[in-house]
């Protein structure tokens, strides 16, 4: 089957039904049924009836007993089992040859009303029967789209090209993550849902009252999350279809008092920021009112919490760095950073240099696999890769560096967040 024919899934089963005149006699016999594996089990099917003769031979002792007590006949009854009642491994498993169960295609990312399939290439010829069921047996589906390249082969915004397999051709979703709401074109900006731990893990590190520089920001899924919670944060990003969804997420989130969009590349925009932070906020030390948490169970009697205030820190407390194909590359434009503005670091009252917070690939060749050797480890070639691009050394064993690995993103490919604080040697060089 290559096109979808939804009535070849309708069966009719003949079966036998106890009709119970008595409805307090119900739960009696189900149970005495049940006991001798009379009572149909089915997966969302009741096996209680509404009112809809066979070989008594068939019939147990409960059954003549039941008929004997005249509390019930036994009747004839069609079960009919249409499309709707399977589900997609049922209906999948009927039509594919038994050799292709094993991989049978069940993950999918879900963005708004989208459903993004990466499909391998022997299940192709079946790509509209899987997007058609997708769509029938998944109510907030409206769209199935399957990519056809990797991310960013074909664009520098980390879009992909994709085939619409079935359903509604607009990619214009709305999506909610850690309380915020996004509106985008999912075919014109980079948005990828199994990232939301890793937002949440990162977003928990930053204090109310920090300033972060989100140098590859996309649609805010850092930035946004963290200007709830009272960050201050300047969030770039070069797409300008991701630029204008930033600011729409800051307007519709409320957080324009601690967020600003930028729309310029990385290496230029980070020099800017820290200067940009560092001169205005020199004359400029007015007090932000921390927006409150919502306390849906307070008691109205219950005063509302004392405000609490922020200033807007001289310099940044993290780099965000989200762009894992290239962003070690960048990691050079933090030489000399602050060579200007050492005297903001120094003291006892001096601020600490920022945390940057780094996404990378990692090939996991099968040099790693046992190996007890230190030096030869994904946490290890990273941080030689971070030495080069600072001409500094970092290590595993580094105070404050923590390697993570975030996600398998292909077949030998990971994906990793590298943090550590930015050293004084490179920030004054």
Not at 366 to 389: M, T
């Amino acid at each position: 089957m290559r096109i979808l024919d939804r009535p070849f899934f309708n069966k009719k089963i003949p079966l036998s039904a106890a009709k119970i005149l008595d409805n307090r006699n119900i739960s009696k016999y189900r149970a005495e049924l049940n006991k001798s594996q009379e009572l149909l089990w089915l997966d969302r099917i009741s096996n209680v009836q509404f009112d809809p003769f066979d070989d008594k031979s068939t019939w147990s002792n409960i059954l003549h007993d039941l008929i004997k007590k005249k509390d019930g006949k036994v009747t004839p009854f069609d079960l009919e089992l249409n499309y709707e009642y399977w589900t997609y491994h049922d209906i999948m498993t009927s039509i594919l040859p038994k050799e292709e169960y094993e991989e049978l295609p069940t993950g999918f990312s879900i963005v708004g009303h989208v459903a993004h399939f990466n499909l391998r290439e022997k299940y192709l010829k079946h790509k509209d029967l899987i997007a058609n069921i997708i769509i029938d047996k998944n109510p907030g589906i409206r769209t199935v789209i399957n990519k056809i390249d990797d991310v960013g082969t074909t664009s520098e915004y980390r879009t992909f090209n994709y085939e619409l397999l079935a359903g509604d051709p607009s990619l214009a979703v709305e999506i909610k993550e850690e309380d915020c709401y996004f509106r985008f074109d999912y075919s014109k900006v980079y948005w990828n849902t199994r990232l939301n731990t890793e937002h949440a893990r990162l977003v928990e590190m930053f204090q109310p009252g920090e300033a972060v520089c989100d140098v590859m920001a996309g649609v805010g899924p850092f930035a946004v999350p963290a200007g709830k919670k009272g960050v201050f944060v300047v969030a770039n990003d070069l797409n300008p279809e991701c630029y204008a969804s930033l600011k729409d997420a800051i307007w519709r989130n409320k957080v324009s008092e601690f967020v600003e969009a930028y729309n310029e590349d990385g290496r230029t925009f980070v020099p800017l920021a820290v200067r940009n932070l560092v001169e205005s906020t020199a004359s400029n030390q007015s007090r932000i009112r921390l927006p409150l948490k919502p306390a849906p169970n307070r008691d109205p009697q219950t005063p509302k919490p004392e405000p609490r205030f922020v200033i807007k820190p001289r310099t940044f407390d993290h780099f965000v760095m989200n762009l894992p194909a290239t962003a070690l590359t960048f990691l050079d434009v933090f030489t000399g950073i602050y060579k200007q503005d050492e005297e903001l670091f120094r003291g006892s009252s001096g601020r600490k240099l920022p945390m940057i917070h780094v996404y990378c690939f990692l090939k996991s060749e099968e040099r790693f696999v046992g190996s007890e050797n230190p030096d030869l480890s994904p946490e290890a070639e990273i941080c030689h890769e971070i030495s080069d691009r600072l001409r500094h050394p970092v290590t595993p064993s580094t105070p404050e560096v923590q390697i993570v690995d975030v996600r398998d993103v292909a077949p030998k490919k990971r994906m990793f967040c590298a943090s550590f604080r930015l050293p004084a040697e490179v920030a004054f060089r």
